[in-house]
């Protein structure tokens, strides 16, 4: 069935313009300043019209861990937030190590997910860092992408292993660092005085690079495409920094919370994820390489969890955030609406049209004709208030509950189809 966006402004590249979309569930087929055809009518009223938005590092929980989350409730909290394409990771019970339990799991996908939900597999089975997963066999069933996100493959032998099996089927590996030789028992927070002052352990920044090195350096040998997962430190910026100028295929993401929080913010559970919020100077250089184009995108590695995992001591507390129906609403208010360093056009870019061409979704990322039909709508300059309880999410773990944030999201269209519109709650 043919639909038609009016009565609204639309992100294209660099540019925001008033043109009307007209589109079904093959995709967006005119992009025009007015279009005569007959079809249903969506009145955006006066709204922007933005590419769907992309998220490379998310956690459903399911299987396994469905008193924190489901693909359904998920992929309903990815709408809700404007994600219309999310990458889930595979800290699963089962793991999709292999085709016996990826089967299954890509089942159910299929059957409960409401956005494109395009699953990892694990880098190594069970995710134990000892051996690579059946990598050759998961390329069959479509899955392209690999992960042992939640810990970092420790032995270097291993890891190159990966690389070079990853780079053979022309897949991408996406690289959760973390050396736990820097990480002791309990801590919780980052390494520096104030954690101290609190009594907390912290996890200096070299946790996650000095593992980083190590995994830039066999890229570039192997010249397996690379990606480096939530970096939060000034040091890991100078790794990728190099590893760049030296010629790996290599990109990095950066989460929404790293660039809005750092560690004098810390208040408790709902402020512990991991890697940890880290120093003002090293805020500053996440923010200053997402826009010289050292990181390139932003992924919200959406965490969730019951309350039982949060209501705890900072040591015992579990770590992580949830993210996708906050991520995009609070990086407009705060970079765009207020500070006005960034363009509308330039976070679109960073959380559509750069995860896309990285991660190879040719048909995604873009309002163009013969682009999949993949679109959010937004209402600016209206002031509202980051409400946990009205999240889709079975997580309400979140520091951002009472933000106030002046855009909110009207409406999310996933091949054609409303998936969210906000008069449905």
Known sequence: MKRKIVNCSVVQGDRTVNKEILFDESGILQVKEQIDEECEIIDAEGGIVLPGLIDVHVHLREPGFEAKETIATGSKAAAHGGFTTIFAMPNLNPYPDCVQTAEAYLAKIRSDACVNVIPYGTITKGEKGQEISDMEDLVKLGMR???DDGVGVADDAVMKKAQEEVRRLDGLMACHTEDMNYRRPGASVHESPLAYEKGWLGIPSECESEQLKRDLKLAEETGVRYHGCHISAALSVDALRQAKENGADVSAEVTAHHLLLEEGDVKGPNWKMNPPLRSHEDRMALIEALEDGTLDFIASDHA???????????????????SLETSFVLLYTE?????KRWTLEQL????????AERFGLSKKGRIEEGYDSDLVIIHTGIETAVHKEEFFSKGKNTPFDGWTVNCEIAETICGGKTVYRKESR
């Open 145 to 147: 992408y690999f992960s």
């Open 304 to 322: 969730p969890h019951t309350y039982s995992d949060k209501d705890k001591p900072m040591a015992s507390a579990a770590f992580g955030i949830v």
């Open 335 to 339: 970079f765009v609406a207020r500070q």
């Open 348 to 355: 679109c870019s960073w959380m559509s049209t750069k995860p």
